[in-house]
């Protein structure tokens, strides 16, 4: 592999370490619905032409011929964007892969806003408040080139379903190369004592990043988390930050009702009553646009984020 | 087909159904008319054609099952406990409570099962996916599909069948339970699925038609398929739902039927009493 903060695109990371991984086990296959150009699995398939199954426009048997293959002992690797993995394709994935145990690793690109000029029909607030609700998955939100790079090894190496969101097109390198990362392990970015932001993806891990600092220009501490695993969610790391700073802001691209804010607001108000605001999609449908101008349309900025922690800090 | 062999796969046949419509009968209410259909079909799988192991279930080369019409569980059921892969005191287990033996066709609970089933549509790309498996691991071994005439209205079958016809799945041999009717009716009534042998062939497949409780045309068709290399195989096997289970064959009531173990018995007495 490159360099992984010379990689202009996160789908060409996520291609090169499924490279990579094959080298050294022919059980690993990776399949897409005539998107490989566009998920960059194309490049995967210039180097083991014979391990790269495309399915054709045909998201639901893709999935199901997964499960199939799994159940012979390859591990299959197959993509799509975000919104046919988790709709499309949602039965097939429930039952073959996840109630018959298959080790189906299922990946959906261009997650939230990111879809931009594909709009309404193609933009997955959904995936992940849907996936949430299978039984014992693993669902996945990396945020740069390295954890993308080590995250995807790592769901290689579990042994059992996994959803992983994928942002695509760009990339940004937050982590240096010798960070470690744990599926169910949160990565604490930035320490802070007055309020936490919980986030994950690339769109919004950037956006508390820069609340963040601009937090701490009026004097506020923020702790900023990288929440890369949804499920099972890091509750130990929610808790510590929850009793440390009395307050949580959890920021993520894509819909409000049962993703990560769903997951840390189920967890804490069982457990442990936190003051909490959540920057999410507010329960709409997604349209066209740039992605600046989604995330203004949908309020997933840094200045919403300060504006949530500020809410909280102040009482 | 000898003689020999002719009674005998006919002999298991009813064997079989009698051990079906017990174990239906015992727990009082099932499938019994989609299960009675694929008997004669299971038979010459399980007791001709197929090469599997009892105490190895899971043999890498063994010859694969996927019965997509999931809910047809009981009479599959009662080939393998008669085979051997799990006591057959375990068909009076049907259902009941944390059963290893549940309606549809579970991998991680029953032995010999090659792929969960259930959802109607989707054993058939599981059945595509084992059997591209198989032929990238080069092994020279069958996996065989069964699925449903109400079932091939699923779109998911029609994408599986493309997808078997594209990566020239000659090792795949499937069969259609034509037996024309479905829950809600007759299925030329409901939503008609003809002219199912030109719809196969379209789809690149090598299509055969058969009379489904023949077990001579099954053994035949099935040697015909396996000598096709380069595409998969349809056969198309006109049944009648609920075959030789007197008080459900040829309704559709018989999808999902009550019945009590008394009738069972009556019925399994007119099946024995049979030629």
């Not at chain 1, 048997?61 to 159940?71: E, F, P, Q, T, Y």
């Not at chain 2, 829950?183 to 789809?203: H, R």
């Not at chain 2, 039927?257 to 019925?267: D, G, L, N, R, V």
Request: include cysteine; glycine fraction near 10%.
């Amino acid at each position: 592999m490159k360099k992984l903060d010379t990689y202009a695109d996160m789908r060409a990371v996520y291609a090169d370490t499924l490279i990579e991984i094959a080298k050294d086990d022919d059980k690993v296959v990776v399949m897409d619905a005539d998107l490989m150009a566009a998920n960059g699995t194309k490049g995967f398939k210039d180097a083991y032409p014979d391990r790269m199954i495309n399915a054709g426009v045909a998201e639901a048997n893709m999935v199901g011929v997964a499960a199939g293959l799994a159940s012979q002992g390859f591990i299959p690797f197959a993509s799509t964007f975000g919104c046919f993995a988790a709709r499309r394709a949602y039965d097939q994935f429930f039952l073959s892969a996840n109630y018959a145990k298959q080790n189906v690793k299922l990946v959906g690109s261009d997650p939230g806003v990111t879809a931009q000029f594909n709009g309404g029909t193609h933009m997955p607030f959904c995936d992940i408040t849907l996936m949430r609700v299978i039984p014992n998955l693993v669902v996945l939100d990396p945020c740069d080139t390295v954890s993308l790079h080590k995250l995807t090894k790592a769901i290689y190496e579990y042994k059992g379903p996994v959803y992983m969101r994928l942002h695509r097109k760009g990339a940004t390198t937050i982590y240096k190369d010798d960070q470690e990362f744990e599926i169910g392990k949160g990565v604490v970015i930035k320490d802070g004592t007055d309020v936490t932001l919980i986030a994950n993806g690339l769109v919004m891990v950037t956006e508390a990043i820069k609340a963040e600092k601009a937090l701490a220009a009026e004097g506020i501490s923020a702790a900023v988390i990288d929440m890369h695993t949804i499920k099972p969610l890091d509750e130990a790391l929610v808790a510590e930050y929850a009793k440390k700073t009395g307050a949580i802001v959890t920021c993520e691209n894509g819909q409000k009702i049962g993703g990560l804010g769903g997951a840390v607001s189920e967890y804490l108000s069982e457990n442990m009553p936190t003051l909490m605001k959540r920057v999410a999609v507010d329960d709409v449908f997604g349209e066209v646009g740039t992605q600046d101008y989604l995330q203004e349309r949908f309020g997933l900025t840094s200045e919403k984020i300060v504006e949530a922690a500020k809410s909280l800090v102040k009482k | 087909m000898e003689a020999e062999k002719r009674t005998f796969l006919e002999q298991k046949a009813k064997e079989i159904r009698v051990l079906t419509i017990d174990e239906v009968g015992y727990l009082g209410v099932g499938h019994i008319g989609g299960a009675m259909s694929v008997v004669d079909i299971l038979t010459v799988l399980y007791y001709s054609k197929m090469n599997v192991d009892p105490k190895n279930p899971k043999m890498e080369t063994r010859d694969k099952l996927v019965v997509s019409k999931g809910h047809s569980g009981p009479a599959l059921y009662a080939v393998l406990a008669d085979k051997g892969f799990f006591p057959k005191e375990w068909l009076h287990t049907l259902n009941h409570g944390g059963t290893n033996l549940p309606s549809h066709c579970d991998m991680n609970r029953t032995p010999g099962i090659d792929f969960t089933t259930g959802s109607l549509g989707q054993g058939s790309s599981a059945a595509m996916g084992i059997a591209l498996a198989d032929k990238m691991k080069g092994n020279d071994v069958n996996t065989y599909l069964i699925i449903g005439d109400g079932e091939s209205q699923e779109g998911q079958i029609w994408e599986a069948a493309m997808f078997g016809a594209h990566y020239k799945l000659g090792n795949l041999i499937a069969f259609t339970d034509y037996n024309k009717m479905q829950i809600d009716g007759e299925t030329a009534d409901v939503m008609g699925i003809d002219d199912i042998t030109t719809k196969w062939n379209g789809f690149g497949w090598h299509v055969q038609r058969i009379d489904g409780h023949n077990v001579v045309e099954i053994e035949r068709a099935i040697t015909n398929a396996q000598q096709v290399t380069e595409r998969p195989s349809m056969i198309v096997c006109d049944t009648i739902k609920g075959k030789g289970f007197a008080p459900g064959e040829g309704k559709v009531g018989s999808h999902s039927m009550a019945f009590t173990y008394e009738t069972a018995k009556e019925a399994i007495a007119l099946l024995q009493g049979e030629k």
